[in-house]
């Protein structure tokens, strides 16, 4: 059928295309066509998509995991935002195959929750929406303070490979690897690519040279809580003072 569609209705389609350009307009008309729920739906165009539609509710429901407690988002520090972060840091030292220092969650992006009792790959969906890509920087100390400093000043973000403090707004007592931050050493660190593209204004990250493999974090997070499953494991975190705010 789409042979037979190219062959003969495209053809067509471009020659109206061309007259259509080359004609000049002299008069215009409208027709309003109301649009609503009481519309009766085409039932060819329901059949031509069923199959599709039985497919993606099929892989939409399927149960992946299961979560004790359930899991939600808080700043600056949650179970939820935790999770995340650890499941960005192994995947990505597992897929990049390097060791990745830290790891970072836009936590604007994250869009909802996991719940109590069964995971399914729709509520996944649900959680991380945007088609956001795992990539690789080698951030040095000094751009990765302002980074911190950008963070703080928002509340922190879920992070993986970091604990620090916040006051007035900036990043204090970062320790990496339970060392403190050295502004003249590199570290490897795992983000989004619409961060590391200077998204939500973290232009300071903008320009450094990414590592990019096409890997979608919302992919990560499926793997990751699959092969928790498999290990007989539940979906749960702890917070664990990453991020706290000083005295």
């Known amino acids: 059928m789409l042979k037979k569609f190219i062959t003969y209705f495209l053809p067509l389609y471009a020659l109206m295309v061309v007259a259509v350009c080359n004609a000049q ?3 215009i008309e409208f027709n309003n066509y109301r649009i609503e ?26 149960v992946i995991g299961f979560s004790i407690n359930g899991l939600i988002k808080k700043q600056p520090e949650s179970n939820l935002g935790n999770f995340m972060a650890d499941c960005m840091k192994l995947m990505a030292e597992k897929k990049f195959e390097q060791k990745v220092d830290i790891a970072f969650i836009n936590y604007g992006g994250i869009r909802s929750y996991i719940p109590k009792g069964e995971i399914s790959v729709g509520k996944i ?13 080698k951030l040095s100390g000094k751009i990765l303070q302002q980074f911190l400093d950008k963070m703080a000043g928002r509340d922190g973000w879920p992070v993986s490979g970091l604990t620090m403090s916040i006051k007035n707004k900036k990043a204090i007592y970062v320790l990496i690897d339970h060392k403190p931050l050295d502004e003249n050493a590199t570290y ?50 702890k917070t664990d003072n990453r991020i706290v705010y000083a005295n």
């Open 25 to 27: 307009t002299t008069t």
């Open 188 to 237: 490897m660190v795992a983000n989004s690519d619409y961060i590391a593209n200077g998204g939500d204004d973290c232009e300071m990250l903008r320009g450094i040279p990414k590592i990019n493999m096409g890997y979608l974090y919302r992919d990560a997070l499926i793997e990751y809580i699959v092969s928790l499953s498999k290990q007989g494991k539940t979906i749960d975190a």
């Open 125 to 137: 969906y649900e959680l991380m929406p945007f088609d956001n890509l795992i990539v690789l920087q």
């Open 37 to 62: 729920n009481v519309s009766k739906p085409d039932s060819g165009l329901l059949k031509l998509l069923m199959p599709y539609t039985d497919s993606v509710h099929k892989s939409m429901n399927t």
